[in-house]
């Protein structure tokens, strides 16, 4: 299985740092709160000082969003949703500890961290590209959309839609729950200090999942115009 960003998603977005990372014998049972905790703390004391709007991290996926012709406070990237939310009710959603894990450290890195159910998605490519338009996108309630041509989507090798808006929404037909055995995480960053970013990330994430899965075995890449492609799975 391989994932990778298209050739004119680089072209067209010159600032964009990204990396990706696998891991196998995840489950439900891991206790993530301590460690959820420590990043989600991370991310608040940031928002004690200004609001997530400000960040260049946020502010630079917004120019992105701009730039695809979306209103940026209609679509917010994911890791501004997920500040945003902390911000206001000074918690974070529990839904799964792999997820938990993930959002926590979206938020404390405010870049998006997505995270999806590898088994679920469609061999042998996974790719960041613009949509065609006929593309299949299951919602978290079931309902199926298409996204229109010419939008960033995470499409795999049956066109299903693994995403909206490139980091607005995931799809739950992709999403970590308790069938879940191993996952595929993507971050991506825009702003000018992402390629510190990114394996900082990716760190995180590994050494959260070797705390909570000691078997999990996470390796990881970042992706370059010249490297773009990730190969994880058997």
């Not at 891991?23 to 905790?37: C, I, K, L, P």
């Not at 209609?74 to 993930?102: F, M, N, W």
């Not at 200090?193 to 078997?215: K, M, N, Q």
Request: hydrophobic residues 45%; proline residues 6%.
């Amino acid at each position: 299985m391989r994932f990778r960003h298209a050739d004119v998603i680089w072209s067209d977005h010159p600032r964009l740092t990204a990396g990706a990372l696998s891991a196998s014998g995840v489950d439900a049972a891991a206790d993530a709160g301590a460690v959820v905790d420590a990043h989600t703390a991370r991310a608040a004391a940031r928002l004690a000082d200004a609001t997530e709007s400000e960040f260049p991290e946020v502010l630079a996926w917004r120019r992105t969003f701009a730039s695809m012709g979306l209103r940026p406070t209609q679509y917010r990237c994911a890791s501004e949703s997920l500040l945003r939310r902390l911000r206001k009710t000074g918690t974070l959603p529990r839904i799964h500890p792999v997820v938990d894990l993930c959002n926590a450290i979206s938020a404390a890195h405010a870049v998006p961290v997505a995270v999806l159910d590898a088994d679920r998605i469609a061999a042998p490519l996974l790719e960041v590209r613009h949509a065609t338009g006929e593309e299949h996108y299951e919602d978290f309630g079931g309902a199926v959309d298409r996204p229109a041509a010419g939008e960033v989507t995470f499409a795999d090798s049956a066109g299903r839609a693994h995403a909206r808006r490139w980091t607005h929404r995931q799809s739950g037909h992709s999403a970590v729950g308790g069938h879940t055995r191993r996952i595929l995480v993507v971050t991506e960053a825009m702003h000018e200090g992402g390629a510190e970013t990114v394996p900082r990330v990716l760190e995180a994430v590994a050494a959260g999942l070797r705390t909570l899965w000691p078997a999990s075995g996470p390796v990881a890449s970042l992706l370059t115009p010249s490297a773009p492609e990730f190969a994880f799975g058997a």
